[in-house]
């Protein structure tokens, strides 16, 4: 991304996208094989959907999803100010903190996710990545001047994220009886896009308040809790 945006700006970073979105529906088509389409149970309506929201174990992951998934909006709208003006990375550098955040969070999950099958052993790696999720965003909090800090905060923030995300719809799943799995699900995905809402608000509000690097602690502090 940061070659399309150097080669051809704004313009040649969404035509990137666009090829790489056609290169994904091509192998969509082409490499996944067929499954068998399971018989469908019989839907309760907006019963399922109460339903769902009265089990506490999944009320617990909807909430998961509205939290995590606020604190990468929040992330991402201080964590640009933070490359620039706290690491003094201009845009065409600032490869050099993401790349390795998302090679370490790749890496991880591969080695990760063939351990996760157990529902106890998905609990224990949920548990664990949203402590590094709160210690990420605590070294992004006091990286201002240090780029090791930076990249430090940056990697342990996409590994927790990254394992997070595969692994709470895993736990909705598995959790969610047959019949209102499909319920539970669009509850958990309400619950993301509500969170992506309130991040992004919240995380404007407060970096008018305290700054960057009090986002970043208020952010960690919060994950903390959770």
């Not at 399309?4 to 970073?13: E, F, I, K, R, Y």
């Not at 063939?114 to 529902?119: E, K």
């Amino acid at each position: 991304s940061t070659l399309a945006a150097h080669l051809g700006g704004l313009q040649g970073l969404f035509g990137l996208t666009f090829v790489l979105v056609l290169v994904a529906i091509a192998a969509l088509w082409l490499l996944v094989p067929h499954a068998p389409v399971p018989r469908a149970h019989g839907s309760e309506g907006l019963g399922a959907i109460v339903h769902t929201l009265r089990d506490t174990r999944l009320l617990v992951l909807d909430v998961s999803a509205f939290v995590l998934h606020g604190l990468l909006t929040l992330f991402f709208v201080v964590m640009p100010l933070q490359l620039a003006h706290g690491l003094h990375l201009v845009v065409g550098a600032q490869w050099r903190v993401y790349v390795p955040a998302l090679l370490a969070a790749g890496l991880v999950m591969g080695v990760a996710l063939p351990r996760m099958r157990g529902l106890r052993a998905s609990i224990r790696a949920l548990q664990f990545s949203a402590l590094l999720l709160a210690l990420g965003l605590a070294a992004l909090a006091f990286a201002r001047g240090s780029l090791g800090m930076g990249i430090l905060g940056a990697v342990l923030f996409f590994v927790a994220f990254s394992m997070l995300e595969a692994s709470l719809p895993s736990l909705v799943s598995r959790l969610a009886q047959p019949a209102r799995r499909g319920a539970a699900l669009g509850a958990y995905s309400a619950a993301q896009f509500f969170g992506v809402i309130v991040g992004g608000a919240c995380g404007g509000v407060l970096l008018g308040m305290i700054g960057v690097a009090g986002v970043f602690a208020t952010a960690a502090i919060v994950a903390l809790l959770w």
